[in-house]
């Protein structure tokens, strides 16, 4: 079974905060990882994508990359109340075409 | 304006009685796919097609049927819906067959079998 864990949370920050999502991944081989953003009863949005080690800036998102520790992480930059959505982390395991999601991480940011 | 469409939006239905969901894009797409999303479990592929008249099971492939008759359609079939496939269902495609390709998903449709 080719994993990718997500905490459920709710994760909760304040507005301005900087909001950490973590996301870990069982099978060494994936490749292309991606960042999804889910409003309530709505479809999932592409956020960020990230393919190589490091981190990817794109206005207040990063995505960071790390394949020896096998985690995948986004961090939002100050907070806002619409960044509260459910956050989704995605990727192709080793040889496959079919994306494996996490559960998801609730992310709450108050006023 | 680019997107996927899928139809009906909402759909209450009985066992047995079978349906189709329509899946439609306007970005000349050749990778589409069907996923549910159900509590808990996130979200799961159930088949894929990287082309016309080319089609493969994804994680949770029974108790459906799908058909790429036409580029731009890959409708989702229940040939006898069970209250196990309530769930809410999305439509996506990329393009090619690239894994470097965003996936855009359509608004969703949110099935009830009773």
């Known amino acids: 079974q080719k994993e990718v864990e997500q905490n459920s949370g709710p994760l909760s920050v304040p507005e301005g905060a900087i909001a950490s999502l973590n996301c870990t991944y069982s099978?060494?081989?994936?490749?292309?990882f991606f960042w999804y953003r889910q409003y309530s009863g709505k479809s999932p949005e592409l956020i960020m994508s990230i393919y190589s080690n490091g981190d990817k800036e794109d206005g207040r998102f990063t995505a960071q990359l790390n394949k020896a520790s096998q985690y995948v992480s986004l961090l939002i930059r100050d907070s806002q109340p619409s960044d509260s959505a459910t956050y989704l982390c995605a990727l192709y395991p080793g040889g496959s075409y079919i994306p494996t999601f996490g559960r998801g991480t609730s992310l709450i940011v108050h006023p | 304006e680019a997107q996927v469409t899928q139809n009906p939006r909402y759909l209450i239905t009985v066992t047995g009685k079978k349906l189709t969901v329509t899946c439609s894009q306007n970005m000349n797409h050749e990778y589409m796919s069907w996923y549910r999303q159900d509590p808990g479990l996130g979200l799961r592929q159930i088949y894929y097609s990287m082309n016309v008249e080319v089609t493969d099971k994804g994680d949770v492939p029974e108790g459906y049927k799908v058909s790429r008759k036409e580029k731009r359609n890959f409708p989702l079939i229940l040939e006898s819906p069970s209250p196990n496939q309530t769930s809410l269902y999305f439509c996506?495609?990329?393009f090619g067959t690239g894994l470097n390709n965003e996936q855009f998903f359509g608004p969703g449709t949110r099935l009830t079998v009773l």
């Open positions: 996506a495609s990329r």
């Open positions: 099978d060494r081989g994936s490749q292309s």
